[in-house]
């Protein structure tokens, strides 16, 4: 679970870093937000089916409400960042978004 996490945070750190290079710092902002508004909700998500399974308390019903939690977290962090900034660079955001959603594959198809 954490594992997926970190991978993830990597991915947006790479994707704001070269959004900085070729794009500018407002790209370089959009990239790690639009990664942000993923990698956000799913440590917590990942935060909470770790508690739950430590408690003994797991379930099929805890964990379709923590991804249905996780993915409404995720578009209202995406509206935030639409409405507070101003210089959003939506290629780079969706950049981010992508990178940090395809994190885990990527780190497989190294792998192999």
Do not use: C, D, Y
């Not at 900085?20 to 089916?49: C, D, E, K, R, T």
């Not at 991804?67 to 977290?73: D, Q, R, S, T, Y």
């Amino acid at each position: 679970m954490f594992r997926a996490v970190f991978h993830q945070s990597v991915a947006t750190l790479l994707a704001a870093l070269v959004a900085g290079i070729f794009a500018g710092w407002q790209a370089a902002v959009s990239a790690g937000f639009g990664g942000a508004a993923i990698v956000i909700p799913n440590l917590m998500f990942a935060l909470s089916l770790w508690a739950a399974a430590k408690a003994g308390k797991a379930s099929v019903a805890r964990f379709f409400a923590g991804e249905l939690i996780k993915v409404a977290a995720t578009l209202a962090l995406l509206a935030i960042v639409a409405g507070a900034f101003r210089e959003l660079n939506w290629l780079a955001l969706l950049a981010g978004m992508f990178l940090a959603l395809k994190a885990n594959l990527f780190v497989i198809l190294i792998k192999a």
